[in-house]
Nanobody, 127 residues
C-alpha cells in the first residue's frame, strides 16, 4: 500500500526559512515523479514544485521561483522529498501536500499528474 507522510511544517516568521519533508513508501520508487502542492480553505490546490523521477528536471510555480528548492533521495522501496523554503511570506501560508505519480503519469505541476497524496503539513508564516 502506497503511503506518503509529510513532516516539518510549523510556524515561521516572515522572511524566514523552513524545510518540509515527505517520505513515500510501499512501492518501487522507480519512475515516480514527486510534487508539492498547497491549499488554503476555500481555494483550489495549487502546484508549488515538482521533481522528475530521475531528479533531472524540476518545475516551480512562478510565485516560488528563486525561493523554494525541491530535492529527492531515492531508496529501493521508498523516496524522500524535501521542499526547502526561503524568504517565506504570509502568502505562503497553506496546507502543503506531497504527491507521487505512477510511472505512466506525465511529468507536470498539475493535480492530474499525480496519483498518490499525503495528508498534508501546515505551514504558517506571519510576523
Amino acid at each position: 500500500q502506497v503511503q506518503l507522510v509529510e513532516s516539518g511544517g510549523g510556524w515561521v516568521q516572515t522572511g524566514g526559512s523552513l524545510n518540509i519533508s515527505c517520505v513515500a513508501s510501499g512501492y518501487s520508487s522507480g519512475g515516480r515523479n514527486m510534487g508539492w502542492f498547497r491549499q488554503n480553505p476555500g481555494k483550489e490546490r495549487e502546484g508549488v514544485a515538482a521533481i522528475s523521477w530521475s531528479g533531472g528536471s524540476t518545475l516551480y510555480a512562478d510565485s516560488v521561483k528563486g525561493r523554494f528548492t525541491i530535492s529527492r533521495d531515492d531508496a529501493d522501496n521508498s523516496v524522500s522529498v524535501v521542499l526547502q523554503m526561503n524568504s517565506l511570506q504570509p502568502e505562503d501560508t497553506a496546507l502543503y501536500y506531497c504527491a507521487a505519480s505512477r510511472p505512466t503519469n506525465r511529468f507536470g505541476l498539475t493535480e492530474n499528474s499525480y496519483t498518490y497524496w499525503g495528508q498534508g503539513t501546515q505551514v504558517t508564516v506571519s510576523s
